[in-house]
């Protein structure tokens, strides 16, 4: 399977975590996210990233997931209702670190809050298994300035 990430260049050399809170993980619990797909890597850029910086300067990540890996899933249908809000991280968080926790897989699987029927993938760098992910291009990406306006 292969997974995208888009990042400014000084982050795409390598597969790194910031340990920074998002969506399925809290304060020092480093994960990396991906998407699925490039257009869904550029949404989530999109609305985490809040006009940070000069577009020209942002590099997509092609990251290779083995097939034979195992991957985790969070289900859609087993999210609260309004797991997508802010004020519900907490709730997201818990699960995303409870996986992190039970060290199962590298790989967790995750409804995008953007087009939730889409996926993200969440990779976990102190699992055994993660050393068999691997970075395989970076390229440059450009965001359309009808998108960013």
Not at 26 to 49: D, M, P, Q, W
Not at 102 to 111: E, R
């Amino acid at each position: 399977m292969i997974v995208f990430r888009i990042v400014h260049e000084k982050w795409a050399k390598e597969l790194t975590a910031s340990g920074n809170e998002a969506r399925w993980n809290s304060k020092g619990n480093f994960v990396i996210y991906t998407s699925a797909s490039r257009a869904l890597a550029c949404l989530e850029n999109i609305v985490h990233r809040s006009g940070e910086g000069d577009s020209r300067i942002f590099k997509t990540m092609v990251i290779e997931i083995p097939d034979y890996l195992k991957c985790d899933e969070i289900f859609l249908k087993k999210l609260m209702k309004n797991w997508k809000e802010r004020k519900n991280f907490i709730h997201t968080q818990h699960l995303g670190n409870e996986w992190i926790r039970a060290n199962t897989s590298a790989i967790l699987k995750v409804p995008s809050s953007i087009i939730p029927e889409e996926h993200n993938y969440i990779l976990n760098p102190a699992h055994k298994d993660f050393k068999k992910v691997k970075l395989r291009g970076v390229k440059k990406f450009n965001f359309d300035s009808r998108v960013l306006n």
